[in-house]
Every structure is written in structure tokens, then in C-alpha cells.
């Protein structure tokens, strides 16, 4: 990617995120990628005066992931989207839809990993 | 006082598709708003595993028949910077002619839809048959109406003859008289003012931390605009973001007023400064390993696609947040403190595309 892309850990992604906040950064959304069977890479996209700044988070799905939502409230639907569509959890999410926000109940494939599946919810 | 909970669709006369907001509500005020999505979420990003590159194309085109055109710009130019291609200036500037069009008329038919919201019926007529003079624009320039499909990887597959050139000209000097001519009402009428001034205030700091795109954005005082990037044509015609500041429904409609003026003013400059050349670059090969971060100005706002390639003809990943997405949880803040019988008006006043939202 042309654009600065900083790498950041489980432990450090809130801290990061707070400073690109006080930064005076605007969050933009968030990409969700696979980097291997069990990997993924999470990049937070964030805007000012049209300059663009990514961080880089790779993690375990397995891994729960702390919840920025708390920093920029504007990413509560873009985790929970992630919750649905990659199996990860999130803690601390503002209004945690718990993998419901497009999926229903029923549903027992995780939509974006292959041959990965899930209970259905009670 | 006790709360009575209230579902806002996902049925509702302002609503063309379904969305759901629970409403917590006190002696008719809004106290707190929940959305439900999911209602015809399609999965779109997914078939990046089975469609190849080129074909995704035509699924872009799909997340929304409004801005199909952008979404496929969009995408085109970060697969063209992904596999570097270099688009044919020609190329460039007729992709800015139908994304203007494009954008002028979501813009009526969201102006239209609008006045339907608050009761202006005649109005909500007068906005859609001045639209239908894009939409024959689009129709006998490409073939289609809606959905145009004028993009490939490289360029564009359509041109247009001078006589097609004379004749929009032609067309969109009506479409601006006729959008002047509704000026008034649609700014400085007593009733239409009376539902739209002070409703659905957003402040310029909210708007800027919760994330708000396009219009939203704009008419909250924050001049971004991601034309303003020179993507495209863009870089070679004068312009200037549309910006409002009281952060109301009447801020929001103004922009998307002033923004349908500023379109027929773009696809006089992008005819002007049409250059001769090829229509499309030859593009050979697969998408390389690597990725892309891209974005564009939509009718409702800043577009992100994220394109991960890997070598093959399918792609490892693509990511699209669309502009509704992003302003949802302004609407979410919007929404508290406002009567329940505003809330249609503020609703439609981010321009919901829930197609969009859920690709």
C-alpha cells in the first residue's frame, strides 16, 4: 500500500487507536483479511485532511480482540460485522450484537473462512 | 415517565429497503436508538473467491444500482493501481462524465424522495421528472438507465460522438433550469423548513469522530470531499466541496441541492476538456500479490475499497465499506432527543442505501 502502515499488537491497538484520536485522526472503517488458516490480519484505516494512516493488527481467530469501540463509537458496526463474517470476538464492544447483526441464529458457517463452523445460537 | 418501545420499520413508507431501528421512547421524544440490519444482506465480497477480476466488475456494479457507476470506478482503479495500468486520459474523464451524472441523479431522486418524506408530494414529482432527463442521458449513451456497465480493468468500453456531446449539452442546461426553478421551494419554503431547520442536529466534531461521509459530513461544516483527491479526471477540473454548517436535515438537503448544480457543472468541464485517445489500456495477466487501499466520492459519500491480490485470477480478499455504513452511527446520534415524528425525515436525511450498507 502507498499509505503509512504502522504494525500493532493485541496490547497495544487501543493505545494506538486513542493517540490516532487524539491525533485528530478520523476512523474510516476497518479491513478484515485471512493471513493463513488460523490467521488474520485486521488493518483500521484512518483519515485526516484526506492523508491516510493504517494499522496493521495479525492475530489467532481463536484470540478475542479488545474492543475500540469505547475510542471511536463509529466502530461498534464494523466489529460486529467482523464478529459475524470472521468468528472473532471482540471485548468490550459498546452494543455487542453477539454474531446476529446480518447472520441469523440458525446459521452454522462463518460466512468469509472456509470449512469453519459454528454452533448455532440458542 | 414510562418508555415505550417503538419498531421503526423494517416496512416504512420513507424506507425503499428494509432496516429496522427499535426506538425507545419517552412522551414522544427519542431517547435511544438500536438498529437491526441483516435483512437482504447478499454476501458480495465472498464471490471475490469465484468470480474472477474482471467479472467482479459487474458484482461492483451491483452493491447499489445508484452509484453502480462509482463503485465501479472504484474498483477499476484499484485493481488498474494494484496491476499498474496506466487508464487512458480519455478514459479517465468519461468515467468523471457518468459518475457526474450518476451523482446528479441520486441526488434527485433522494430530493424527490425527501419532499415525499415530508408530505410535498408535487415536489417529490417535479425532482423525479426532472431526473428522467439524466436517466434517457444514460440510456441512450450506454444502454442502460441505471446500471451502466461502461467499465472495464483499463479504461471504459463506450465512447461518445460529438453529436451525443452537443445533445447532453443540450439536456443538461434544461436539467439545470428546471433544478433552479425548484430552488426556492426546496430551500426557503415556510413548510418545508418547518420540518427540516433544527431537526436532527449533528455537530461538526460528532460528525468527524462518529465517522459521517459525503452530504452527512458536509452539511455538519466539515469541507471533505474525496474528489479532492484528483482520482480520475478530477484532477484537471475546478471545483470547490459543497459545504453547509448548521448540521441539520435542511444542511444535509441543501448540500445535495448544491451538489446536483455542481454536477452539471463538472460534466461541462469534463466535456471541455475531453481529450482524444484510446477508450481502454490492454491489461494482460492476473492481479500480483499485494494490496490496495482506494476511495471514492459517491452520491452519499467517501467509498473504501480495500483489494488484496494474490496471483491468481481470483482475489484473496475484497473489502467494500460503503457510505451508509459509515453513517449509520451519526444517525445513531442523531436520533435521541428528536420527536418520533421526525424520525422518517432524519432517516432519509443520511440518504439510506441499505443495498449499500449490506452488500
Same mark, same amino acid.
Given at each position: ?5 504502522? =504494525? ?10 486513542? &493517540? ?10 476497518? +479491513? ?16 485526516? =485532511? ?9 492475530? &489467532?481467530? &481463536?484470540? +478475542?480482540?479488545? +474492543? ?11 466489529? =460486529? ?16 450484537? =453477539? ?14 473462512? +472456509?470449512?469453519? &463452523? ?5 | ?48 473467491? !469465484? ?27 484499484? !485493481? ?15 468515467? #468523471? @462524465? ?5 451523482? %446528479? ?35 441512450? /449513451? ?5 446500471? #451502466?456497465?461502461?467499465?472495464? $480493468? ?6 461518445? %460522438? ?7 449539452? %443540450?439536456? $443538461? ?12 421551494? $426546496? ?11 433544527? #431537526? ?12 459521517? *461521509? ?45 451538489? /446536483? ?10 466535456? *471541455? ?50 457510505? /451508509?455504513? *459509515? ?13 418520533? *415524528?421526525?424520525?422518517?425525515?432524519? #432517516?432519509? %436525511?443520511?440518504?439510506?442505501? @441499505? ?5
Amino acid at each position: 500500500m502507498k499509505d503509512k502502515v504502522i =504494525n500493532v499488537t493485541r496490547d497495544t491497538v487501543v493505545g494506538e487507536v486513542m &493517540k490516532m484520536k487524539n491525533d485528530g485522526y478520523r476512523l474510516v472503517t476497518f +479491513s478484515t483479511y485471512q493471513v493463513d488458516e488460523d490467521g488474520l490480519g485486521i488493518l483500521y484505516h484512518f483519515d485526516k =485532511n484526506l492523508e491516510t494512516i493504517h494499522l496493521r493488527l495479525t492475530v &489467532k481467530r &481463536k484470540d +478475542s480482540i479488545p +474492543s475500540v469501540s469505547g475510542v471511536y463509537f463509529a466502530a461498534l458496526l464494523v466489529e =460486529n460485522e467482523i464478529r459475524d463474517q470472521w468468528d472473532v470476538k471482540f471485548d468490550g464492544l459498546v452494543l455487542d450484537f =453477539n454474531r446476529t447483526l446480518y447472520l441469523d441464529p440458525e446459521v452454522t458457517q462463518v460466512p468469509l473462512v +472456509s470449512n469453519v &463452523k459454528i454452533a448455532p445460537k440458542q | 415517565m414510562a418508555t415505550t418501545v417503538i419498531p421503526f420499520g423494517p416496512q416504512h413508507p420513507v424506507l425503499p429497503e428494509p432496516v429496522h431501528l427499535t426506538l425507545k421512547v419517552e412522551d414522544e421524544i427519542v431517547k435511544e436508538a438500536i438498529p437491526a440490519l441483516g435483512y437482504v444482506h447478499r454476501g458480495l465480497e465472498k464471490l471475490a473467491d !469465484i468470480r474472477d477480476y474482471h467479472q467482479m466488475i459487474q458484482v461492483c456494479e451491483r452493491v447499489c444500482g445508484i452509484c453502480s457507476m462509482i463503485h465501479a470506478v472504484c474498483y477499476s482503479q484499484g !485493481i488498474e493501481e494494484l496491476m499498474e495500468v496506466e487508464v487512458p486520459k480519455r478514459a479517465e474523464m468519461l468515467r #468523471v @462524465i457518468w459518475s457526474e451524472l450518476h451523482r %446528479s441523479h441520486s441526488h434527485l431522486l433522494w430530493l424527490g424522495l425527501f419532499a415525499d418524506a415530508f408530505g410535498f408530494e408535487s415536489l417529490f414529482m417535479q425532482f423525479w421528472k426532472v431526473r428522467e432527463r439524466i436517466m434517457d442521458i444514460n440510456e441512450a /449513451t450506454t444502454g442502460s438507465r441505471v446500471i #451502466v456497465s461502461v467499465n472495464v $480493468i483499463g479504461g471504459v468500453r463506450a465512447d461518445l %460522438s460529438p453529436d451525443q456531446i452537443r445533445w447532453i449539452l %443540450s439536456e $443538461i442546461d434544461i436539467v439545470e433550469k428546471e433544478v433552479r426553478a425548484l430552488q426556492d421551494t $426546496i430551500m426557503n419554503d415556510y413548510t418545508v423548513k418547518a420540518r427540516t431547520v433544527g #431537526v436532527g442536529v449533528l455537530s461538526k466534531e460528532d460528525a468527524y469522530l462518529l465517522g459521517a *461521509a459525503g452530504p452527512t459530513l458536509r452539511g455538519s461544516g466539515v469541507a471533505q470531499d474525496m474528489r479532492m483527491l484528483g482520482y480520475g479526471g478530477y484532477a484537471e477540473l475546478d471545483f470547490e466541496p459543497v459545504v453547509e454548517t448548521s448540521g441539520d436535515c435542511w444542511a444535509r438537503s441543501t448540500v445535495r441541492f448544491r451538489e /446536483t448544480l455542481q454536477s452539471i457543472d463538472l460534466v461541462r468541464q469534463a466535456i *471541455a476538456k475531453l481529450p482524444e485517445g484510446e477508450l481502454a489500456a490492454k491489461v494482460k495477466g492476473n492481479p500480483p500479490e499485494g494490496e490496495v487501499y482506494t476511495r471514492v466520492e459517491q452520491p452519499r459519500g467517501e467509498c473504501v475499497y480495500y483489494i488484496k491480490g494474490n496471483g491468481t485470477k481470483h482475489l484473496d480478499r475484497l473489502r467494500i465499506r460503503t457510505p /451508509t455504513f *459509515a453513517n449509520i452511527p451519526p444517525l445513531l446520534a442523531m436520533l435521541p432527543g428528536c420527536e418520533l *415524528a421526525d424520525v422518517p425525515v432524519i #432517516v432519509l %436525511s443520511i440518504d439510506p442505501c @441499505i443495498s449499500c450498507t449490506e452488500r
